[in-house]
């Protein structure tokens, strides 16, 4: 069964909740910004990703307060001066980048709020969080206002002008390791989730081929119901279905085949499915 939903028929809030909800996990931006005057500001969004590689561009949204639709201190302070620090959040930060997002007055300083370390950057005005695994300072090419409305997106398009890696979360080839940096995404409502060892799994991407797809196994195994759609996907990442041995056909064995299929040994799966 499903239940459907009219976005025009919901209110803002139980939209928002849906949709943060359905969407998830998502990375934070924790936003480091300075208005004219000098003064920094610190905030976390959620709303936000990488979108482009060359150039390299991050995107984030300080959307319109939900309660008046009144714009937030990140906004203005982009409009007065077009540069960002984003700064990735690990699980040794969340508790101060949530403190942070408390709704305090312009003027106040999450930095010393959070017990964070501005730390000066070397492109841009904003600060640094000294405390963040990696550190990215960005000139805002532009800002795409989505709407004047509670909720409605304000998407800062940001050039990434210099990254700053701590050394502790690279591996040995000097690329950042998923297990030591320890990354937070967010979830709906309070609910957060953490990238440990246990949450992270490999699947091996049929890159360099052609693979042959699900449709083209054959109808014993296409539509059978002990093999899921994962397993399936696996059976159908292959170029080719097996040539024939010639040999006395086994009794097939879906239970086995699974297991193979877990561990990643396709061929042998085949075997027991044939």
């Not at 709020?113 to 640094?128: M, N």
Request: proline residues 8%.
């Amino acid at each position: 069964m499903i239940q459907s939903f009219d976005p025009t028929q919901l209110t803002v809030g139980d939209l928002q909740t849906l949709l943060q909800n359905a969407v998830a996990p998502r990375p934070i931006a924790f936003a480091s910004t300075i208005d004219k005057d000098g003064n920094p500001n610190l905030s976390p969004f959620s709303f936000f990703n990488v979108v482009s590689s060359d150039p390299p561009i991050l995107l984030f949204s300080p959307a319109r307060k939900g309660e008046n639709g009144g714009l937030k201190d990140t906004y203005f302070n982009i409009k007065e001066v077009p540069e960002v620090v984003i700064n990735m959040v690990n699980f040794d930060l969340v508790e101060q980048m949530s403190l942070s997002s408390v709704s305090y007055a312009k003027g106040v300083n999450e930095f010393e709020k959070a017990g964070l370390t501005a730390l000066p950057s070397d492109l841009v005005r904003p600060f640094r969080v000294k405390e963040s695994p990696v550190q990215f300072e960005c000139v805002v090419q532009q800002v795409i206002e989505l709407g004047t409305a509670a909720g409605a997106g304000n998407l800062m398009l940001c050039l990434v002008k210099k990254i700053h890696v701590h050394t502790s979360i690279l591996d040995t080839n000097g690329q950042i390791d998923p297990f030591l940096i320890d990354l937070v995404g967010r979830m709906g409502g309070p609910y957060y989730v953490r990238t440990v060892k246990e949450a992270l799994f490999q699947i091996p991407k049929p890159l360099g081929i052609m693979a042959m797809g699900i449709d083209q196994l054959p109808n014993h195994i296409k539509h059978s119901p002990y093999l899921t759609g994962n397993e399936l996907a696996r059976l159908g990442g292959v170029e080719a279905l097996p040539t024939p041995t010639g040999k006395e056909p086994k009794a097939i064995d879906f239970e086995e085949a699974k297991k193979c299929i877990e561990a990643g040994n396709i061929w042998d799966a085949f075997a027991l499915l044939y």
